[in-house]
């Protein structure tokens, strides 16, 4: 673009007056004009583009940008430069002000590790993405921290910030996520019930000692991780350096070959420790190995036993109470125990129940995760753990410390801890806020008040018919069209092929239909509005539509979820817990329908994107997110008018190319100004009459399903 082409300077002080709200800031913007005036245009764009970018996360970074911006534009490639500003956005995002600003002054320590960062993971970035990883995995529910290098106390995962250890992105988020298994490997495998603080003291050399054993043990957790986790284990394989050192690799093949079987355990590993040391060096370590800090499992582990303990003797003595309580409960039951079962679905080594006398019980998730817990520090439940607290000992708070109720954890100013972190598309910096929304899932209390009965006596015609419908879908033949054989001939192909053969082409010899019954793998997942708004006959439609739909696909066969979504800011995102794919169709999930209540904003882009997450788990051919809403994506902070809608489109579009189909149900009479733009022209439907919910939602499903 030619230079007479260029902006003058009232043009650039007035697009600077907006994109830094000057009449609230009170920047001098004429000056600033001044120094990008000499640019060409095309030069003068990028950098009021990003001034107006940045500006959309905060007015003191983008002024800071505002300031450099013609000097760093002459000086630095723009990819760079955009990146340089991206990542302090997402520091800002993540980390606060102070951080951000220290990136954009510290703008030649970025570019002297911009080839770094460029290939590099930050575990700011990525930490959500980890402890999502580390919490699907069998064990203790860990934590993810920032540490000087990679280790575990027992509780938590500390790793690195930054790994640039590889050329590319996907390599070092690899290795940071090998980092992360091999810790968590550790606390479920047996390493740290070792008391290595006082091993490593019986010898002359305690750290070299504890190298070899960290070396030999890795080399047993890594059996482990290929036997549970054989994907990663691969990827471990293709990145991790080989063992070398003052033996030969063949030598330490054989060395470390009794360690790799299923019956292998930690002791095995330190028994073969003590009978090397002195003789051979250590191999050099897997550069994804990290280190053993015994002296602070020691004190986690020392503080955790004690405090485990006292929470189980509570709980058992509040399941104690309620066993006792139920009316067909005589005598009175008395004994904990615990027994090893064969379920299949419980992990190797974690295959134990609890009982009462000799009777399974139920505990509650809590109780199962402190259950496990006290496992991995002992290898078994301890008999004295069993025995309920009596009177002296009952403290509700041993059970409740580190569990907060969930309308509790949103005091303070940041309350990710235990929560899903989503990102978040903001389109005015056309980048993702990274780790941005914070989101909690929670149960809709049950409320058994005839609600159920009542809306199956409202609707019964409507129920019988629906029934014949369904019933009807689950046991339709398809017609296939275009096959080798059939019963019948499919004239549409006939007539092509007959085409083809006086055009002189080949004729295709597929040229007949026959019926077929195919199974139907299909998942759905049901997304409820519970926004406030939603507040009367709107929360009356949906819980009468789920119901219908909930008695009608009972007797089609599909596997369907049910959760409700609200939110109150980016801080405080609720999923709620209707109906799992797992869950059967019982009265508690009746109940639970019955029960839905609206809450608070209709923040939708987080909800959309933790929901295609749940139906990705699900095994199935066809998968579908169908929404039930009430009106546009909003908040009560920034996130409403274009900022909510672009968002909510965005997430979208990631559904869609995770092969997912989205669909829309709104009574919205405005909707089509905006669901034509998220969802697409054939992907919604509006209602006009919000009574009509129950009858169109199981129409609409059989349309989306066949």
């Known amino acids: 673009m030619s230079k007479s082409s260029a902006l003058n300077l009232t043009e650039i002080a007035q697009r600077l007056d907006v994109s830094l709200q000057v009449e609230f800031t009170f920047y001098h913007t004429h000056e600033l004009a001044q120094t990008i005036l000499?640019?060409?245009?095309?030069?003068?764009?990028?950098?009021?583009?990003?001034?107006?970018?940045?500006?959309?996360?905060?007015?003191?970074?983008?002024?800071?940008?505002?300031?450099?911006?013609?000097?760093?534009?002459?000086?630095?490639?723009?990819?760079?430069?955009?990146?340089?500003?991206?990542?302090?956005?997402?520091?800002?995002?993540?980390?606060?002000?102070?951080?951000?600003?220290k990136i954009i002054r510290n703008v030649d320590q970025f570019l002297h590790s911009a080839h770094e960062r460029t290939a590099g993971v930050a575990l700011t970035a990525?930490?959500?993405?980890?402890?999502?990883?580390?919490?699907?995995?069998?064990?203790?529910?860990?934590?993810?921290?920032?540490?000087?290098?990679?280790?575990?106390?027992?509780?938590?995962?500390?790793?690195?910030?930054?790994?640039?250890?590889?050329?590319?992105?996907?390599?070092?988020?690899?290795?940071?996520?090998?980092?992360a298994a091999l810790q968590w490997a550790q606390t479920r495998f047996g390493t740290l019930r070792l008391p290595l603080q006082d091993l490593i003291m019986e010898h002359d050399d305690p750290q070299g000692f504890l190298a070899l054993f960290h070396a030999l043990e890795t080399q047993r957790l890594e059996a482990c991780l290929q036997r549970e986790l054989p994907g990663l284990y691969r990827d471990m394989l293709r990145i991790g350096t080989p063992h070398s050192g003052a033996a030969p690799d063949t030598q330490w093949r054989d060395i470390v070959a009794p360690l790799r079987p299923a019956t292998a355990t930690a002791e095995h590993s330190l028994a073969l420790a003590q009978s090397l040391f002195g003789k051979v060096a250590p191999p050099t370590p897997r550069i994804y190995q990290g280190e053993l800090r015994p002296h602070e499992v020691l004190q986690i582990r020392l503080a955790r036993i004690e405090r485990e303990k006292a929470r189980l003797k509570v709980a058992l003595h509040d399941l104690l109470t309620e066993q006792a309580a139920k009316p067909e409960t005589a005598p009175p039951p008395s004994r904990f125990d615990m027994r090893e079962t064969t379920d299949p679905s419980v992990p190797e080594g974690a295959r134990m129940e609890l009982t009462l006398d000799d009777m399974p019980v139920a505990p509650p998730e809590g109780v199962k995760n402190l259950l496990t817990s006290i496992m991995l520090d002992f290898d078994e439940i301890p008999p004295e753990y069993l025995v309920p607290?009596?009177?002296?000992?009952?403290?509700?708070?041993?059970?409740?410390?580190?569990?907060?109720?969930?309308?509790?954890?949103?005091?303070?100013?940041?309350?990710?801890?235990?929560?899903?972190?989503?990102k978040e598309w903001d389109y005015r910096r056309q980048h993702y806020r990274k780790n941005w929304c914070a989101v909690r899932e929670k149960t809709v209390t049950a409320q058994d008040d005839g609600f159920y009965a009542n809306t199956l006596k409202k609707y019964a015609t409507q129920l019988r018919h629906l029934r014949r419908t369904f019933e009807a879908m689950r046991d339709e033949d398809r017609l296939l069209k275009r096959q080798l054989d059939g019963e019948d001939v499919d004239i549409d192909a006939l007539v092509e092929a007959l085409a083809d053969q006086r055009a002189g082409q080949e004729m295709s010899d597929r040229l007949f239909t026959r019926m077929h019954r195919a199974d139907r793998n299909i998942a759905v997942c049901?997304?409820?509005?519970?926004?406030?708004?939603?507040?009367?006959?709107?929360?009356?439609?949906?819980?009468?539509?789920?119901?219908?739909?909930?008695?009608?696909?009972?007797?089609?066969?599909?596997?369907?979820?049910?959760?409700?979504?609200?939110?109150f800011a980016r801080k405080r995102c609720e999923i709620f817990k209707i109906k799992e794919f797992s869950d059967p169709y019982n009265s508690e999930i009746k109940n639970r329908i019955s029960g839905i209540q609206p809450q608070d904003y209709t923040r939708m882009g987080f909800a959309i994107r933790h929901l295609s997450g749940k139906l990705l788990a699900v095994d199935a051919k066809t998968r579908i997110l169908i929404t039930l809403s009430d009106g546009r994506p909003y908040d009560y902070d920034y996130y409403c008018d274009d900022y909510g809608i672009e968002d909510t489109r965005r997430a979208l579009i990631e559904t869609r190319l995770s092969g997912i189909h989205p669909y829309c149900i709104t009574i919205d009479q405005t909707a089509h100004d905006y669901l034509s733009h998220m969802y697409g022209a054939a992907s919604y439907t509006v209602l006009d009459d919000i009574a009509r919910l129950p009858y169109k939602v199981t129409d609409i499903y059989k349309k989306l399903t066949t």
């Open 38 to 101: 000499p640019l060409a245009r095309a030069d003068q764009e990028f950098y009021l583009t990003w001034v107006e970018r940045v500006a959309s996360t905060h007015l003191e970074i983008s002024h800071q940008f505002a300031q450099r911006g013609a000097e760093l534009i002459a000086r630095m490639d723009k990819h760079v430069l955009e990146a340089w500003l991206i990542h302090a956005m997402d520091t800002y995002d993540i980390d606060g002000l102070f951080p951000a600003m």
């Open 126 to 179: 990525q930490r959500g993405v980890l402890l999502h990883f580390l919490q699907g995995l069998s064990g203790r529910q860990l934590k993810v921290n920032e540490g000087d290098a990679a280790y575990t106390d027992g509780e938590t995962v500390f790793l690195p910030a930054f790994v640039a250890m590889f050329p590319h992105v996907d390599d070092n988020f690899k290795l940071l996520k090998a980092m």
């Open 389 to 422: 607290a009596g009177p002296g000992e009952y403290d509700p708070r041993l059970l409740h410390d580190e569990e907060p109720n969930a309308d509790d954890v949103w005091s303070g100013t940041y309350h990710e801890e235990g929560a899903f972190l989503y």
């Open 526 to 567: 049901f997304m409820v509005d519970m926004s406030g708004s939603t507040q009367g006959w709107i929360n009356l439609a949906e819980r009468e539509a789920l119901i219908l739909l909930c008695e009608a696909l009972e007797h089609l066969g599909d596997r369907y979820a049910i959760y409700g979504f609200s939110g």
